[in-house]
């Protein structure tokens, strides 16, 4: 199956936990709990309830940044960037049970994260979007396409997933651009009917992955 992460934020109607809720709704069943702005211990009660969510659902649940937490908590995983804990000591924190994401902007980070024990890769940005701050420069498909084929020359068999600004029209170009799936959150959020959004982002994952018949990296 072509891949879906959902990765939570926020509106003035929509709260994180309601973000989980929708996603979960529509369908997705691997959530990534980003929440940047707050503290640790809004986090932790934000975790624990979305946590509970995607057991009930049967959903992958991963939490963006916080480690500890992660690892405290049994959640499935943990997404990392530069900023970030490396992965390779993520990796020996949470031993081999835990499946980490790496964010790359170029093939020499997708190398780094997979010499560091990386189960998946979140690339981009895909384009412009106003849901992180201090964006790495913007790939598209040319960029996609080049560090796939970067990755096939050197035999780095990652799944990578493409963020930033990803909306339900991108995937079947991405999936052709070499990805094995995509993250997004606000083009779900921003809909006018945002559990519609999320099914209809399913539907045509689950199109996407009949016509490329890749391998699902959740
Ligand atoms: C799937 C996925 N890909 C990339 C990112 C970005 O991670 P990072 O660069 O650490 O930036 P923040 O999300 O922490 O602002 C991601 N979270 N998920
Ligand atoms: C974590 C992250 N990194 C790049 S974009 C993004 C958030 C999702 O972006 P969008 O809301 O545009 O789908
Ligand atoms: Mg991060």
Redesign the pocket.
């Known amino acids: 199956m072509f891949g879906v992460?959902f990765?939570t934020h926020h509106t003035d109607t929509i709260t994180y936990l309601d973000s989980v809720r929708i996603a979960l709704e529509g369908g997705c069943r691997w959530i990534?709990l980003?929440m940047?702005e707050a503290s640790d211990t809004q986090a932790e009660e934000v975790a624990r309830q979305a946590l509970a969510l995607c057991r009930a659902a049967g959903a992958v649940f991963?939490i963006?940044?916080r480690v500890e937490l992660a690892g405290r908590l049994h959640a499935d995983g943990v997404?990392?960037?530069?900023?970030?804990m490396p992965v390779r000591e993520a990796r020996r924190l949470l031993g081999p049970g835990f499946r980490i994401?790496g964010?790359a902007n170029t093939f020499e980070d997708v190398r780094i994260h997979y010499e560091g024990g990386a189960d998946?890769?979140?690339?981009?940005p895909f384009r412009y979007t106003t849901t992180?701050?201090k964006l790495?420069p913007i790939l598209g498909l040319e960029g996609y396409r080049a560090i796939t084929a970067r990755m096939r020359e050197e035999g780095i068999d990652l799944p990578v997933?493409g963020?930033?600004g990803v909306t339900a029209e991108d995937m079947s170009a991405l999936a052709g651009a070499g990805l094995s799936g995509i993250?997004l959150s606000g083009s779900v959020l921003r809909a006018a009917d945002p559990v519609g959004e999320m099914r209809r982002v399913m539907q045509i994952a689950k199109q996407v992955s009949d016509n490329y018949g890749r391998q699902n990296q959740n």
């Open positions: 992460q990765i990534q980003r940047k991963i963006d940044d997404h990392l960037g530069k900023a970030d994401g964010t998946y890769i979140g690339c981009g992180k701050q790495a997933v963020i930033g993250a």
